[in-house]
C-alpha cells in the first residue's frame, strides 16, 4: 500500500497545497489543491474521492478534478468518479459548490443517465471495500459534520490513519485502542499561543495534541498536518518538548510516500 502525500498544509503560499492524499492509484482522500500537481494520466485513473468534511481546502479540487478528466474517461468507458462523503458533506457541495452558480452539477452532466460524478453517503462506523483496500470511516469532531479514515493496509502491517481535521475527540481515542495504529496522520493548526483559537475553530494544539497520543498504545509513526504557512518550525519545535518515549513524530511533507503492508 502506498499513500502519496499531494498536499498538507492548511492553507496556501509558495510550496504550500493543501490536504490531499492518494491511495495507490485510485482513491483519493480529500481534495485540496495538491491534486493539481498529477500529470491528467494519473487524475484519470482516480474512481473514488473520500472526503473528510466539507470546508474549501478539502474539496476545491473536486469540480475541477471532474472537468478536466471528464473526456478522456468517458473514452476509456469509465464510470463516474465516486464521491464518499457524510450525508450532509455532500448537502454542502451541492448547494455551495455544484450549483450552477459556482460551479457546473457534474452529478448530471454531461447526462444525467452518464455524470462525471456520483455522490455516495457514508456514516461513521461504516467500512468500505475500495480498490481492493478495506477503509474505515472514524469519527472526527470539528466546526461542520466530520468525519477521519482507516486504511487497513492487510496482514499483520496494522492501520494507516488519518483523523482529518478535528479537535479533541474522545470517540475517535477510544476506536485507535483497539486498532492496531501503524501510522497516524493528525493535524495540528495551531501554536500553544493560539489554544484558544484552536478550540473555537475545534483544531488542535501541541498541548491537545500531547493528551490524544497519550491514549494511543503501542508505538506508530506520527505524522503532523495541517499547520499553517510559515508556522511549521514553531509547531513542531513545540511538538519536540514532548516527554514522548513511544512515537515517532515527524512533519508531513507534500511529495513524500508513505508505504505501509502489501
Known amino acids: 500500500m502506498i499513500i502519496r502525500v499531494l498536499g498538507?498544509?492548511?492553507?496556501?503560499?509558495?510550496g504550500c497545497k493543501t490536504t490531499s492524499f492518494l491511495l495507490d492509484e485510485s482513491v483519493l482522500i480529500d481534495a485540496g489543491t495538491g491534486v493539481g500537481d498529477l500529470p491528467l494520466e494519473q487524475l484519470a485513473r482516480i474512481d473514488h474521492i473520500l472526503i473528510s468534511h466539507s470546508h474549501l481546502d478539502h474539496v476545491l479540487s473536486i469540480?475541477?478534478?471532474?472537468?478536466?478528466?471528464?473526456?478522456?474517461?468517458?473514452?476509456?468507458?469509465?464510470?463516474p468518479i465516486v464521491v464518499h462523503a457524510l450525508h450532509e458533506t455532500l448537502m454542502a457541495l451541492r448547494d455551495h459548490i455544484f450549483n450552477g452558480v459556482i460551479w457546473p452539477d457534474f452529478t448530471r452532466l454531461p447526462s444525467p443517465e452518464a455524470p462525471a460524478l456520483q455522490f455516495k453517503p457514508?456514516?461513521?462506523?461504516?467500512?468500505?471495500?475500495?480498490?481492493?483496500?478495506?477503509?474505515?470511516?472514524?469519527?472526527?469532531?470539528?466546526?461542520?459534520?466530520?468525519?477521519?479514515?482507516?486504511?487497513?493496509?492487510?496482514?499483520?502491517?496494522?492501520?494507516?490513519?488519518?483523523?482529518?481535521?478535528?479537535?479533541?475527540?474522545p470517540l475517535?481515542?477510544?476506536?485507535?485502542?483497539?486498532?492496531?495504529?501503524?501510522?497516524?496522520?493528525?493535524?495540528?493548526?495551531?501554536?500553544?499561543?493560539?489554544?484558544?483559537?484552536?478550540?473555537?475553530?475545534?483544531?488542535?494544539?501541541?498541548?491537545?495534541?500531547?493528551?490524544?497520543?497519550?491514549?494511543?498504545?503501542?508505538?506508530?509513526?506520527?505524522?503532523?498536518?495541517?499547520?499553517?504557512?510559515?508556522?511549521?518550525?514553531?509547531?513542531m519545535g513545540q511538538i519536540g518538548r514532548f516527554d514522548n518515549r513511544t512515537h515517532r513524530i515527524h512533519a508531513l511533507r507534500a511529495g513524500q510516500e508513505i508505504g505501509l503492508g502489501s
Not at 63 to 79: E, F, H, I, P, W
Open 8 to 14: 498538507c498544509s492548511g492553507a496556501i503560499a509558495a
Open 172 to 235: 475517535l481515542w477510544k476506536r485507535l485502542e483497539t486498532m492496531k495504529v501503524s501510522q497516524l496522520v493528525i493535524e495540528t493548526a495551531f501554536g500553544d499561543e493560539e489554544r484558544q483559537l484552536a478550540a473555537i475553530s475545534q483544531h488542535l494544539c501541541p498541548t491537545s495534541l500531547r493528551e490524544g497520543l497519550s491514549q494511543l498504545k503501542g508505538e506508530a509513526d506520527v505524522y503532523i498536518t495541517h499547520i499553517k504557512p510559515g508556522e511549521l518550525d514553531a509547531v
Open 63 to 79: 469540480g475541477l478534478l471532474a472537468d478536466s478528466v471528464l473526456r478522456r474517461r468517458a473514452a476509456q468507458g469509465c464510470g
Open 122 to 169: 457514508i456514516a461513521v462506523g461504516d467500512t468500505l471495500t475500495l480498490a481492493g483496500r478495506r477503509i474505515e470511516v472514524l469519527s472526527a469532531a470539528h466546526t461542520v459534520p466530520a468525519v477521519g479514515f482507516a486504511v487497513d493496509a492487510g496482514g499483520d502491517a496494522g492501520w494507516w490513519v488519518y483523523t482529518g481535521d478535528t479537535g479533541p475527540n
